[in-house]
Every structure is written in C-alpha cells, then in structure tokens.
C-alpha cells in the first residue's frame, strides 16, 4: 500500500516551474531518498507532502489524504526532522524530545518515560539527558530532534537535510543509528538530501532529482545493499546524473537502472 502517492504533480511559482509532471509513490515500510542538487526542487516536493504548499496541479497523498487540506488527519501519523535540530533553549533534552507528544497531549507521566526511551534508542547518553541545547554538542542536538520526531510513533518521518550540517564521522554514526531504529520499527521513511552518501547508506530506493523537479534516474538499491562494487558503481552512475553527463545505456546491468528519465 502506498503511503505516498503524488500524481502528475506540477508547482509554479510566478512564472518559475518549480516541479515538472511528478509522478511517485512510496510504500510503507519503505525508505526512499530524493536526491538531487541545489535547486532540483527537493524541499519544494517535501514540502507539499507535508502540507506546506499546495501543487498547482496534479495530486497529492498522505495516508489517503491531501495533506493540505486533511492536516488533523495526519496529525501524529508524520513527524518531520529539518536540516537545523530547531529545539526550544529553555528546554532540556528530555523537555524538547517530549514537545510532540505535549502537542498531542499525551499525558505527562508517559511522554516523559517515551521521551527517555527514544533518547536511549538514538544512542544520547542519559548523563545528556537534562542537559540544555548550548551545553551539547551538535550531533547531540540532531539526536534530540530525530527522538522528538519518533517519539510520537508517526507511521511516516520525513527528514528534511538532516544530516547535512554535521560532520562526515559525527553524520556517518547519526545515520547509522537513525536507520537501524527506523528499520526496527518498520516505519516509512523520506529523505531529501545531496548527499551522496547518506542516500545511499540509508534508502531502500534513491530517486535522482532535476530542476523542474522531475526524476532523472531511480535505483533499487535494497537487494544490493552488502555489495560494495555495486554502491561503488551506484555512486558513480548517481554523481555523473547529477552532473548531467549519464545516459543509461545497453550494457546497465537491469537491477541498477529500475528507471532513467529524461526531460
């Protein structure tokens, strides 16, 4: 079942052509990447996903809702983690991991010990726990955010750059951690990102964008995960797309190129 679905989705702004007849779906339990360069139209696709901004034409689905207009319906269902950990500085750790679930109005008791357990299952030591954001680090910060997203038990999570602003060691382990929870929990998972590495150390399927937002190349890459010739090829095929330069051709081996598009 798809859990996202857009069809034939266009965005304008002015006389600008943000997203270009955009057409995906994401199943549940999956996790997808949109990868593409500055301006390929990433956040603006997120964006509507999340309900942010409206399409100029086509639609748009989230649970079998319009995000736009259904947004209580979805409240709870999707929880977002953006490109700056965006926690409140007069909170704690724990205080900040709990905000959702206040929003939610889970009872305090209970988002307090839910708030401890995703902090825990993100790997931030307890002795962080009741520290302030400017007395942590700020891969320490990223963590916090992503438990507060996964704290309120969202069927769908959204990361918007989330690890971008780290550095390559502190990123690496985030990822890593991230993904083996979200892999635990069976959640759906979006990234939008430019990295790279982070799409392909954490998609089950990598979706290359270009500007007017539009898919330049889409690869399978769950049955190929353990075999580092094939990421190793991937990431070539992905950065050369991204640089404009790939043309699929006769000799792509079938389970690489699920999909190259064109313009």
């Known amino acids: 079942m798809s859990l996202i679905s857009l069809k034939s989705v266009r965005k304008v702004y002015g006389s600008s052509v943000v997203v270009e007849d955009l057409s995906l779906d994401v199943e ?53 983690s953006f490109q700056t950990d965006r926690l409140l500085p007069w909170r704690t750790a724990q205080e900040n991991a709990a905000l959702g679930m206040e929003f939610l109005r889970v009872e305090k008791k209970e988002r ?21 954001p400017h007395q942590l680090s700020g891969g320490m910060r990223q963590r916090v955010s992503l438990a507060r997203a996964l704290a309120v038990d969202p069927e769908l999570v959204l990361l918007d750059e989330s690890f971008s602003q780290l550095d390559h060691a502190t990123s690496k382990a985030l990822r890593a951690d991230f993904i083996a929870v979200v892999r635990h929990f069976k959640k759906t998972c979006v990234l939008i990102t430019h990295r790279i590495d982070d799409a392909l150390e954490m998609a089950d399927r990598v979706i290359v964008l270009a500007a007017p937002a539009r898919i330049k190349l889409e690869l399978s890459i769950k049955q190929n995960r353990n075999s580092a010739e094939w990421i190793a090829e991937a990431s070539r095929k992905i950065a050369a797309e991204m640089a404009g330069q790939f043309t699929p051709g006769p000799s792509e081996p079938a389970e690489l190129i699920v999909e190259g598009r064109s313009g």
Do not use: C
């Open 28 to 80: 549940a339990g999956e996790v997808v990447a949109l990868l593409g360069q500055t301006g390929a139209g990433k956040s603006t696709v997120m964006n509507m996903i999340m309900g942010q901004t409206p399409p100029t034409s086509g639609e748009i689905r989230v649970h079998d809702h319009d995000p736009l207009i259904d947004f209580e319906s979805l409240r709870g269902r999707v929880a977002v």
């Open 112 to 132: 307090n010990e839910r708030a401890v357990e995703w902090l825990k299952r993100v790997k931030l030591d307890p002795v962080h726990h009741q520290k302030y």
